[in-house]
């Protein structure tokens, strides 16, 4: 008799156990779902955008608990997986870029979340303390005591080609600056004898972009802007809305920086990658707060 009561047991007791796993499961708040499903972000592997990018992922991870799979790749490729829908989304292109191919074979077949942060330039720039009265426009470089101060010497950052090319446009244009010599160097070095001069309060005239790792750096400002003002926007695959919460796409569409926001993000990020996103989102908590619940937060 007894065993037969434990025939009858076993498959009851397997019943009860798979009665409770699926009540278990179906009681599941949704965030379980959604770490299992991750998010595919495509960033360009520049200095302006890698810090940007860790902030968003940070946010989406910590406070939206979304598994993040971001992966490095540059503009033409992260472009084409977004169109695609094999990525979710993509960071690292400004706008507008008139004539560019790049964009124009897919500005519709993405969807635009809108701007990350705006007034993107480069520029010829000084140290602040270098009197604005003395040396505010590319026409005082002209000046003897400029001259002598920089000796006759602009400073090139060698990976920016395009403000290579414009500082060629001005010096050759502008009356005065034939005897200047533009110098070429990296980027590394280029912000070694920028802070030797700063140290020393020497003039220094050195081509630089907002926002860059020197720019967030040091005090700077520019005597002239070298490049149109651009903005960079938040891409995703057109059907973003679709696939996540309304709760993920408000945020993505909300989050916003002032370009002197993307500096104070840059020089944390410099220092160390680990936890600037941590230190950021401790110093702002109100922006923070606004891009997670929107306006009812504030």
Known sequence: MSSQLDLIKKPLSLFVFLALVTVAIFLSP????????A???????????MPVAELITYLLEEELGWNVNKKIQYAQVGLKKTSDGEADLFLGMKLPRP??????NFAGKVCNL??????????WAVPDYVPKTKLNSPEDLAKPEVMNNLNKEIIGIESESSLLENSRRIMDTVKGLSSYQLVKINEMVAISELNRAI???????????RPSVPFSLYNT???SELTDEKVVNLLARKDLMEKYPNRVTRFLSRFHL??????ELTRLFDKRKRNAATKFVSAHPELVNYWLEGIEAL
């Open 39 to 49: 998010i595919d972000f495509y960033v360009v592997p520049e200095t302006e955008y």
């Open 99 to 104: 004539g560019s191919r790049t964009w124009n």
């Open 30 to 37: 949704p965030t379980a779902t959604a770490k299992e499903d």
């Open 114 to 123: 809108g701007p990350v942060y705006e007034d993107v330039v480069g520029g």
């Open 199 to 209: 140290r020393s309060k020497e003039w220094l005239l050195i081509t630089l972009n």
């Open 221 to 223: 400002r520019f005597i």
């Open 258 to 263: 002032s370009i002197d926001l993307v500096n």
